[in-house]
């Protein structure tokens, strides 16, 4: 009886030391910090010249022109986007933004997105790829760094996204804050 109870009482002991030093571990810190705007120019009939992304499929009552009216449910946009250091669409660009995003629901308005900056620039060369949930209403959105190549081989993070500039249906720019945990 007192072998059982002391092996409860050092099961508990155990367990509340491992439980408490969990608590107070810190975060892991950054390996690398970039911050970059990726400008979308969305195709709708008349700006071919300018654009970097087209709708590539639609629901039934849309058009591969116009988004979706309210919560755009059912478009799928494919891009290539210019990346900048900068908020200014006519600085520079460091590299591409290539991928596509599809709005996921019809409630409200939220998009899902995959893609990657090529980059290619005298102080980054490779890419960095993204995937995640973008809920558009949020200011500030988290979606995940699942992997890279040159200077970013097998990079691991998260990326902040926020909404930076929108000019009606056809241009908005996204400020792309990422913190790499995982860097080779």
Same mark, same amino acid.
């Given at each position: 009886m007192k072998e059982k109870r002391l092996s409860s009482i050092l099961f508990i002991i155990v367990f509340l030391c491992g439980s408490t030093s969990m608590a107070f571990r810190q975060r892991p810190q950054p390996c690398n910090h970039l911050v970059f705007y990726f400008h979308d120019v969305i195709y709708n009939g008349e700006n071919a010249g300018n654009a970097?992304?087209?709708?590539v499929a639609a629901p039934s009552w849309g058009n591969l022109t116009i988004l979706s009216r309210l919560s755009r449910f059912g478009d799928m946009v494919i891009f290539d986007d210019p990346i900048t250091s900068d908020n200014n669409l006519h600085s520079p660009p460091v590299g591409r933004a290539q991928g596509?995003?599809?709005?996921?629901?019809?409630?409200?308005?939220t998009a899902w997105l995959a893609f990657s900056f090529v980059l290619n620039s005298t102080n980054h060369k490779g890419t960095i790829n993204f995937a995640g949930a973008d809920p558009l209403l949020n200011k500030t959105r988290d979606i995940s760094v699942i992997g890279g190549t040159g200077d970013f081989f097998m990079a691991r993070g998260m990326a902040t996204?926020?909404?930076?500039?929108?000019?009606g249906e056809v241009y908005? !720019?996204? !400020?792309?804050?990422?913190?790499?945990?995982?860097?080779?």
């Open positions: 970097t992304s087209a709708i596509m995003y599809f709005y996921d629901k019809k409630e409200i308005f996204l926020s909404t930076d500039a929108i000019e908005f !720019r996204l !400020r792309v804050d990422i913190n790499l945990y995982e860097c080779y």
